[in-house]
């Protein structure tokens, strides 16, 4: 709409108003407007074509160049659609019901199938690359180029010329890129020993190649390194495409390459299969470089989710860590809490009651003993038999009762310190990935190619730790239910005075066990405070990946250590 309003009042400038009919000031007047609707756009030309054939008394030549652009950049953001109907409309309009027309010339890169925009259009004619019509004049010939570098004085420049932007097959002609010439001869004119660049990178965005690329599988790679190296490839080539193809196979992306200039034909085609080959160092270079920028990619990709996810496991562990060691055995698993629950209490409990039995007959015969076989006997000894004989009968029986009050105080304590550690313990990587990229995109390949080996080895690495994690946490609740289970039996010793160490050593590797979760929660509060000073920016990313890596090894190290820390603290072993 922009450029057909444009156009028309640029050429109405060049109009005298007293020519125009008032019907036609009008239409003038509708087609320079921005807001034009799609129908009147699909009428524009031909109502154009009309109005300057009736001001100058003459038939028109209508010049689309690029006709192709459009349907290139609709496919590109999903309206392919919407645009062909609306070209294909506004071609018929204007080149096959047009008594005001003389003739229409269309260029453009890609050969569109004439299903697509061309249908009800007759009697034209296309002159492709491969075809000999006017092939020298799509570019500069050999002579052409020579003559052009005598006149700037630098004729020694023709070989590197050649070398760079030589190479186009039009036909049975050999054709230089015009844009590449020309500017590479103004470098000259400057500078006579300029170095070629690659012109034409800066006037594509070279996205066919890129898409190319990235859809190649590994026989394609390996043709692109062919191609690089200077080899010539067999494809067939469909000169005739629509844009709704392109994408349907990567063999179809060859004849776009080729189509657009990336890719030239040697030799003569047998059928439809052409020898293909890089036309110059100039396209070279820019298959190199995309080639790298999609590399770049594919490395920056991959560090991003390499970090993400080792980020993510490290803070999914150490909240999981919080979440575990605060919860008591019955909480943690239920099927495992009552099987061990049942267990005890029809295994365990019989065979403590035996032992006690033992213990307290044992317990009297030692009070009859130390009284001189009953020669000292005083009546308060058996009430005192008695009465620790009923408060062991208490103890096996409540056993279950007393070591899981043991594990709620412990519960309770580390309640108390789990939601400031469970909310300050995470690494957060998300806020600044985005300006990451943006960072690691101007980083050489050699470097992101180390920053992604460091990120992938601190990865494994950390997925090991986790483990270790996991084996701490889950290591230290398999070993609460087992002291659980057999607890009536030490607990049936407890009244004796040479048997009782048995018993108070149990107690304590009961409170060593259930305070180990509140060492635990100390050691996750160091790391939090510790993983605080990470900085995630691009400039110390290495720096933190080491530093999240120190500081979890720090973790798993000081987790092992908390079992026999607390039993050392509590005097058990």
């Known amino acids: 709409k922009y450029i057909m309003a444009a156009e028309s009042r640029r050429l109405y400038d060049r109009m005298s108003g007293d020519k125009l009919s008032e019907k036609q000031k009008e239409q003038m007047k509708s087609l320079m407007s921005d807001n034009m609707k799609d129908t009147e ?12 054939k009736e001001y100058y008394g003459k038939k028109v030549i209508i010049l689309i160049d690029e006709y192709d652009v459009p349907l290139d950049k609709a496919f590109e953001n999903n309206y392919y659609n919407e645009m062909i109907i609306l070209l294909r409309n506004m071609l018929e309009q204007s080149l096959k019901t047009n008594d005001n027309l003389y003739m229409a010339v269309l260029t453009g890169c890609l050969r569109i199938a004439r299903e697509s925009i061309f249908t009800g259009l007759n009697n034209f004619n296309i002159f492709s690359i491969t075809d000999q019509y006017f092939d020298e004049y799509f570019g500069f010939t050999d002579k052409e180029v020579k003559e052009i570098l005598q006149y700037y004085k630098v004729p020694e420049a023709f070989e590197q010329t050649k070398k760079w932007y030589d190479g186009y097959r039009f036909g049975n002609t050999d054709i230089y890129c015009p844009w590449d010439v020309i500017n590479h001869c103004r470098a000259l004119k400057v500078e006579p020993d300029a170095t070629p660049q690659p012109y034409w990178i ?22 692109i390194e062919q191609l690089i190296e200077g080899k010539a490839i067999q494809k067939e080539i469909r000169l005739e495409l629509t844009y709704n193809e392109l994408d349907s196979t990567i063999e179809n992306l060859w004849s776009v390459l080729f189509a657009t200039g990336y890719l030239t034909q040697q030799g003569k085609p047998q059928g439809r ?40 496991t490290v803070n999914t562990k150490v909240a999981e860590i919080a979440g575990e060691v605060g ?18 209490e029809t295994v365990i409990v019989p065979i403590a009651g035996i032992i006690l039995t033992f213990v307290m007959c044992y ?10 076989n009953l020669h000292d006997f005083d009546t308060w000894l058996f009430w005192k038999w008695i009465f620790k004989t009923f408060c062991a009968v208490l103890i096996v029986t409540n056993t279950w009762n007393i070591v899981m009050a043991v594990f709620d105080v412990a519960q309770n304590v580390v309640s108390q310190s789990a939601g400031v550690i469970i909310s300050d313990a995470g690494i957060d990587i998300s806020g600044v990935v985005g300006n990451l990229e943006t960072q690691l995109a101007d980083w050489s390949v050699g470097a992101l190619l180390g920053l992604w080996f460091q990120s992938v080895f601190v990865g494994l690495c950390t997925q090991i730790l986790s483990i270790c994690i996991f084996l701490v946490i889950y290591g230290r609740m398999i070993e609460v239910y087992l002291v659980t289970s057999i607890g009536p039996i030490p607990f049936a010793t407890m009244v004796n005075r040479e048997w009782g160490s048995t018993g108070q050593n149990y107690l304590r590797s009961l409170l060593a066990l259930g305070f180990q979760a509140f060492l635990i929660m100390i050691c ?14 691009g400039d110390n990313i290495s720096a933190a990946i080491w530093g999240c890596m120190g500081y979890t090894v ?12 607390a039993k050392s603290l509590f005097g058990a072993h």
């Open 524 to 537: 996750v509060g160091i790391y939090a405070v510790l993983v605080e000073g990470i900085s995630t920016s």
């Open 327 to 344: 919860m008591t055995p019955s909480g943690w698993n239920g099927g495992i809490f009552n099987m061990i629950r049942s267990l005890s």
């Open 202 to 223: 800066n006037t594509s965005g070279n996205y066919i190649i890129k898409r190319f690329i990235e859809k190649a599988n590994q026989q394609t790679r390996r043709e």
């Open 273 to 312: 299969t052409y020898s293909l080959t890089i036309p110059n160092e100039s396209i070279r270079q820019i298959f190199i470089e995309q080639i790298q920028e999609w590399f770049k990619e594919v490395l920056i990709d991959g560090i991003i989710s390499n970090l993400s996810g080792t980020f993510d």
């Open 554 to 565: 720090l973790l798993c190290y000081t987790l092992f250590k908390t079992g026999s820390l």
């Open 363 to 372: 317990e009297l015969i030692q009070l009859i003993v130390e009284k001189n």
């Open 41 to 52: 756009l699909m009428t524009a030309l031909w109502i154009l074509s009309s109005i300057l």
